[in-house]
C-alpha cells in the first residue's frame, strides 16, 4: 500500500530501494514469502540455513558461479530457488538450466518444482504459467521472465539467455570444454530489457551458475580453479564448496555416522567425489580412462539366475590369507553374448560377490559350486596362485551342502594336469597363475575396455546402500551394483608399468584393495584368450594403441 504522507515519486522510491535490498539479500526475501501461523503469528515451514544464506546471496551478487557440494546438501533446491527469486526481482530475463540432455535437465525440476511451491506456496503467485514434461521446461512469471531447459550441446546454439546453469559440470563437459565455448558461453550475449520501454537493464548482470559434485581433475575442476581466481581478485567470481559434514552437522538429512557407513560400501574415491566433496587426481597412466570405464555402466540390474540359452562365465579371485583383515574373496558372474561368427562382442558383469569374512577355503569352494550351479557356468576361473590353490583343492572332490544337503561333484582343471580322482568329475576350473597370465590378461582387460565390450552394471544410489548391507549376497540386487562401485574405484587406482623382462604388470598408486579388479581382469582375460573361437595369440598387439595413455616406460 502507499504511504499517504509521500508523494507518488517518493513512493516509488522507497519502493526502488526495497527491490534492490532483496535482490542484494534474496534469502530475507524467501523469509518474507514463508507462510505465517495464523495462532501465533511467527513463520513457519521451510527455513534456510545460515550456509543456504551465504550460497544464495552469492549467486545473486556474482556474474560467474561456482557450486561443488556433495550428495544430501540440498543444492538442487537452493539452485532453483536462487533461480526463482531472481526471475520475480527482475523483470523480463532469460535463465535456462542444462546437462546433458533435455531430460537430465527436465528431471531436475520434476519434484522440486513441487516441493517448491508447497514448502512456499507464495511463489505459485508469480507464474503465469508452468509446463513440466519429461523433455522440456518452460516456467513463465507474470512479469514475463522465463526458466526453460535445454542441452548442453550444438542444438542449443543461436538461443539468448541471461542466465545459465549448468548442472553436475564435471560430468557434463569431462575433458572437453569446447562445446560449453563453442555453444553454450555466446548465449549470455544479450542483457534483459524493459518490458515497458525496451532499454537494457544497467542493474543486472548475465550469469553463469555451475552446479556439481566433485569428479576426476578435468574440465570441470579447472573451471573451478578459473573461477576461485576471480573471486581472489574481486572480478565478479564466486566459489561455494561443502563436504557433507556441513550438512550433517546442521541437522539436514543423514547424520555423520550413516554417512561415513557408506564408504565401505560405495568406494574410497566414489565416497571422496560425492560426499567429501574432493577432486580425485587423474594420473595420466591409469590403467584405462576411467570415464569410458563408467560409459559401460549399461546393464540395468543384475542377473540373479541364468536366463535360457545364456552363456555364463565365473570367475574367482581368492583371499590373500584367512585373516579377517584380508579375507575379501570376490566371485565375478560374466555372462557372454557372440555375434554371428561365434566372436565374443560382449562380456556383461551381470553379477559381483564378495564373500563373507573368514570363511574356510571348503566354505569358499562351496559358494563357488552353487554360483556355478545357479548360472549353470560353463568354465569357474581360479586364481590358483597361494591360498587359491586350496580352494581349487577343495574343489577336486565332491562334497555335499551343508545347508541344503544337495551334493556336488568333482571338478577338474581345464589347463592344466589336476584332475579329480573321482571317475564322474566334470571339467570347469580355468586355473589362473599371475607369472603366466597376467600380461596377457592385462592387456585383454585394456582391451575389452577400450572396444566397450565389457558391460558393467548401472550406478547405485548411494542411500540404497545402507540399507542393502545386510541382504543375502545371492538374492540382493543392490550389492552386486555397490560392487560395481569399488571395482571402479579399484581400477581408477592403478596405473601399468613395464617390467625389465618386457611383460606388463599394475601398481598401485595407493595403497588398497584390487580384488574386484583382479577377478574381472580374470574374466577379461579368459574369454577374449581362451574361448573367443579362432582369436589368434600369436598376433602381434601394439599396446599403445589400445591404451588410454602413451605407451608406459620401464621403471
Not at 25 to 45: I, M, N, Q, S
Not at 147 to 173: A, D, F, H, P, Y
Not at 191 to 207: A, G, H, L, Q, W
Amino acid at each position: 500500500m502507499f504511504d499517504e504522507q509521500l508523494s507518488y515519486d517518493e513512493q516509488l522510491d522507497r519502493w526502488h530501494e526495497l527491490i534492490a535490498f532483496y535482490r542484494w539479500y534474496p534469502d530475507l526475501f524467501v523469509d518474507l514469502l514463508r507462510p505465517v501461523d495464523k495462532a501465533t503469528g511467527k513463520k513457519t515451514g521451510f527455513e534456510l540455513g545460515y550456509d543456504q544464506r551465504v550460497l544464495m546471496r552469492g549467486i545473486a551478487r556474482s556474474n560467474k558461479n561456482f557450486i561443488c557440494v556433495s550428495r544430501g546438501y540440498g543444492k538442487t533446491t537452493i539452485q532453483l530457488l536462487s533461480l526463482y527469486v531472481m526471475c520475480i526481482l527482475y523483470p523480463n530475463i532469460q535463465l535456462s538450466v542444462g546437462s546433458t540432455s533435455q531430460q537430465n535437465a527436465s528431471s531436475l525440476f520434476t519434484d522440486k518444482h513441487s516441493d517448491l511451491m508447497n514448502m512456499l506456496p507464495m511463489l505459485q503467485n508469480e507464474i503465469a504459467s508452468c509446463l513440466i514434461s519429461k523433455d522440456k521446461v518452460r516456467i513463465v512469471f507474470k512479469n514475463k521472465s522465463t526458466i526453460t531447459s535445454i542441452q548442453v550441446g550444438q542444438g542449443s546454439k543461436g538461443l539468448r539467455k541471461n542466465i545459465v546453469c549448468i548442472e553436475e559440470l564435471c560430468q557434463v563437459l569431462k575433458d572437453d570444454a569446447s562445446i560449453y565455448f563453442d555453444a553454450i558461453e555466446p548465449l549470455l550475449e544479450t542483457t534483459p530489457k524493459s518490458v515497458k520501454n525496451n532499454r537494457p537493464d544497467p542493474y543486472f548482470m548475465n550469469k553463469e551458475i555451475f552446479v556439481t559434485t566433485a569428479w576426476y581433475k578435468n574440465v570441470g575442476y579447472e573451471f573451478n580453479i578459473k573461477t576461485f581466481q576471480k573471486m581472489i581478485n574481486l572480478e565478479g567470481g564466486f566459489v561455494f564448496g561443502a563436504s557433507y559434514l556441513l550438512p550433517a552437522k546442521l541437522g539436514r538429512g543423514r547424520s555423520e555416522e550413516e554417512i561415513a557407513l557408506l564408504e565401505d560400501s560405495v568406494g574410497t574415491t566414489f565416497f571422496n567425489t560425492n560426499y567429501r566433496s574432493r577432486y580425485v587426481s587423474s594420473n595420466g597412466s591409469t590403467i584405462v580412462d576411467i570415464d569410458k570405464l563408467n560409459s559401460l555402466r549399461v546393464i540395468p540390474k543384475p542377473e540373479l539366475k541364468a536366463t535360457k540359452g545364456g552363456e555364463y562365465v565365473v570367475s574367482c579371485d581368492v583371499a590373500r590369507s584367512a585373516s579377517d583383515k584380508n579375507n575379501c574373496t570376490t566371485i565375478a558372474v560374466g555372462k557372454i553374448k557372440r555375434d554371428k561368427k561365434e566372436k565374443i562382442k560382449s562380456i556383461e558383469v551381470v553379477n559381483l560377490l564378495k564373500l563373507p569374512n573368514g570363511l574356510t577355503f571348503q566354505a569358499q569352494a562351496m559358494w563357488l559350486r552353487r554360483i556355478q550351479k545357479i548360472y549353470d557356468a560353463r568354465t569357474v576361473c581360479i586364481d590358483v596362485v597361494a591360498v587359491g590353490g586350496a580352494v581349487r583343492d577343495c574343489l577336486l572332490e565332491s562334497d555335499r551342502d551343508p545347508i541344503t544337503g544337495e551334493e556336488y561333484k568333482g571338478w577338474n582343471c581345464i589347463n592344466e594336469d589336476i584332475r579329480s580322482d573321482e571317475k564322474d568329475a566334470v571339467d570347469m576350473i580355468w586355473s589362473v597363475y599371475g607369472q603366466k597370465h597376467n600380461h596377457d590378461y592385462i592387456i585383454s582387460f585394456i582391451d575389452a575396455v577400450s572396444s566397450g565390450i565389457l558391460k558393467l552394471l548401472e550406478p547405485v544410489d548411494s542411500n540404497k546402500v545402507i540399507d542393502a548391507k545386510t541382504e543375502d549376497i545371492l538374492k540382493s540386487e543392490i550389492l552386486p551394483m555397490a560392487m560395481t562401485n569399488l571395482f571402479i574405484d579399484e581400477t581408477a587406482n592403478l596405473s601399468v608399468t613395464q617390467t625389465s623382462n618386457g611383460k606388463y604388470t599394475v601398481v598401485q598408486n595407493v595403497k588398497m584393495n584390487k580384488d574386484l579388479w583382479s577377478c574381472i581382469q580374470f574374466l577379461c582375460g579368459y574369454c577374449l584368450r581362451e574361448i573367443n573361437n579362432g582369436m589368434d595369440e600369436s598376433e602381434d598387439i601394439d599396446i599403445s594403441s589400445i591404451f588410454s595413455f602413451t605407451a608406459p616406460k620401464i621403471r
